[in-house]
């Protein structure tokens, strides 16, 4: 029988790791962009919408690795818009999932420019995914 809970697990760790990998770290400059862009990038969460692009890829027939690149994406672009939703002028939360906000701990310019910086990261990723043709790149 299926287990879903250990496959959202499983699916959860597999994505996190890979993200840790794939986005620039938090000591890379500009520092303080890196670690704005990765404290909300890993403020928890349930992954689903990078599991469920992975689990497209084995639906038909690949394996998940396949979809890695584009399902870091899918979370990068998710992070973007939870940065800028949680900001003052928006809905002005100061806690996302149980840890303060990116503008609680690094303030509302950065946070806007983390959450800035989150959108074409998700394309870069695009760009280098070995899944994608040249074409279906662009």
């Avoid at 959202?8 to 993200?19: F, H, K, N, V």
């Avoid at 906000?101 to 310019?109: F, N, P, S």
């Amino acid at each position: 029988m299926f287990d879903l809970q250990a496959y959202l697990a499983d699916g959860a760790r597999w994505i996190e790791s890979e993200l840790a990998r794939l986005v620039p770290p938090a000591d890379a400059r500009p520092a303080p962009l890196h670690a704005a862009m990765r404290h909300s990038l890993f403020a928890g969460g349930k992954r689903l919408r990078p599991i469920l692009c992975a689990a497209c890829a084995e639906a038909c027939g690949a394996a998940r690795a396949a979809a890695l690149f584009p399902a870091a994406a899918v979370e990068c672009l998710h992070t973007y818009t939870l940065i800028h939703d949680d900001l003052p002028c928006m809905d002005d939360d100061d806690l996302r999932r149980g840890v303060p906000t990116c503008h609680k701990v690094y303030g509302e310019t950065l946070a806007i420019l983390a959450g800035d910086a989150m959108q074409p990261e998700a394309f870069r990723l695009l760009t280098e995914a070995p899944c994608l043709s040249a074409e279906n790149r662009l």
